[in-house]
């Protein structure tokens, strides 16, 4: 049976690294809607313009376009065994079309990896946070340095920080999490799906324990 995942937390919690981690060994696609929203910004199409608007404010983009990229995306063949979702589903509105969308498929999220931590660690995992321009590779200057500074360790290619990874904006995705995405956290509590993970420890522990949570 397909295996639906949810990597759940606030913005620098860890979440896109721990998808690299896992993905593979799950054997499941990995659908992170800012990657899928920066890749659009990349290609210029008309969906990275609109998207652009709200990213650059931290604000989310709204729940039908999103909603929509998603539904256009689980129609690709690697969806087929599993999907880890990252990133998404991050209102109330977005879960309910979730489940919606699986159940139309004979699945349903299985389990919800809410991995947290303090403000003050995610604006420390913000600030220093280095991302491949090529492969989306993703550095931080005090926990996971490249070799050559400014240099991709995997492809080559040149390490630039993220637009909305400047102070501000940091401050507004927080802000933004806090009121529009946390309450999904009760949501998925009450339908007994949460695993509660301590996103305060180093990369391989979080690892550890997101493998344990996914049993
Ligand atoms: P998105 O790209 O999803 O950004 P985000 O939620 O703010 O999360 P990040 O990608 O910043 O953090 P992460 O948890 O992946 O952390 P990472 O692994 O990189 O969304 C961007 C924007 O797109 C949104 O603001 C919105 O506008 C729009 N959007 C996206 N999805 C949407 C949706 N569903 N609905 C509406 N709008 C949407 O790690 C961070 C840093 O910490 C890295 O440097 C990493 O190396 C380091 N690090 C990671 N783990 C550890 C650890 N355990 N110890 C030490 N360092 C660590
Ligand atoms: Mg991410
Ligand atoms: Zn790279």
Same mark, same amino acid.
């Given at each position: 049976?397909?295996?639906?995942?949810?990597?759940?937390?606030?913005?620098?919690?860890?979440?896109? !690294?721990?998808?690299?981690?896992?993905?593979?060994?799950?054997?499941?696609?990995?659908?992170? !809607?800012?990657?899928?929203?920066?890749?659009?910004?990349?290609?210029? !199409?008309?969906?990275?313009?609109?998207?652009?608007?709200?990213?650059?404010?931290?604000?989310?983009?709204?729940?039908?376009?999103?909603?929509?990229?998603?539904?256009?995306?689980?129609?690709?063949a690697d969806t087929q065994n599993g999907v880890l979702f990252d990133?998404?589903? $991050?209102?109330?509105?977005?879960?309910?079309?979730?489940?919606?969308?699986?159940?139309? $498929?004979?699945?349903?999220?299985?389990?919800?990896?809410f991995i947290h931590a303090p403000d003050s660690v995610l604006l420390?995992?913000?600030?220093?946070?280095? !991302?491949?321009?090529?492969?989306?590779?993703?550095?931080?200057?005090?926990?996971?340095?490249?070799?050559?500074?400014?240099?991709?360790?995997?492809?080559?290619?040149?390490?630039?920080?993220?637009?909305?990874?400047?102070?501000?904006?940091?401050?507004?995705?927080?802000?933004?999490?806090?009121?529009?995405?946390?309450?999904?956290?009760?949501?998925?509590?009450?339908?007994?799906?949460?695993?509660?993970?301590?996103?305060?420890?180093?990369?391989?522990?979080?690892?550890?324990?997101?493998?344990a949570a996914i049993g």
């Amino acid at each position: 049976m397909a295996k639906y995942l949810v990597l759940f937390g606030p913005p620098g919690v860890g979440k896109g !690294t721990q998808a690299e981690r896992v993905k593979d060994e799950l054997q499941i696609a990995h659908i992170a !809607t800012g990657d899928l929203f920066r890749d659009n910004l990349k290609r210029e !199409t008309e969906l990275g313009q609109l998207a652009k608007s709200y990213m650059d404010r931290g604000a989310l983009v709204p729940d039908e376009v999103t909603i929509g990229m998603v539904r256009a995306r689980l129609e690709e063949a690697d969806t087929q065994n599993g999907v880890l979702f990252d990133g998404f589903p $991050r209102t109330v509105a977005q879960a309910e079309a979730l489940d919606q969308l699986l159940s139309e $498929r004979g699945g349903r999220i299985e389990k919800v990896l809410f991995i947290h931590a303090p403000d003050s660690v995610l604006l420390d995992r913000l600030g220093n946070r280095w !991302t491949c321009k090529k492969c989306g590779a993703v550095y931080n200057l005090n926990s996971k340095p490249p070799q050559v500074t400014g240099v991709c360790d995997v492809c080559g290619g040149e390490l630039y920080q993220r637009p909305d990874d400047n102070l501000e904006t940091q401050r507004k995705r927080i802000e933004v999490y806090a009121a529009q995405t946390a309450p999904l956290i009760e949501y998925f509590d009450r339908q007994g799906r949460l695993a509660r993970i301590d996103g305060q420890q180093p990369i391989e522990k979080v690892t550890a324990d997101v493998r344990a949570a996914i049993g």
